[in-house]
């Protein structure tokens, strides 16, 4: 679940936790990046890059961390969450 509170950031709902995520975007730079604490003072999360394309459209460019030592199927299964997070963000706009 993801929610605005009135300060301009998200409050997600992922897994049974709940955390705070802000939205950080630089038009200049053509950069949206999407940070929460990951430990205690250490913002980390979600960079994304849109480019234009030579004969239009956009390309999404999405780094995400991932912690070291996990399993192909489960680094899958944070990215498809994170995308999935992403949409509701996007379409709740």
Known sequence: MVDADDQGRWQVTKGGK??????????????VDYLREVAPGIRSGAFIRVLPRVRGGSVIVMTL???P??????????????????ITICVSR
């Not at 030592?69 to 992403?86: K, P, Q």
């Open 18 to 31: 709940s955390f705070l995520l802000d939205v950080v975007v630089c038009a200049p730079a053509q950069t």
């Open 65 to 67: 961390p991932i912690v």
């Open 69 to 86: 030592g996990v399993s192909a199927e489960e680094t899958a299964n944070v990215l498809d969450g994170e995308l999935r997070a992403l």
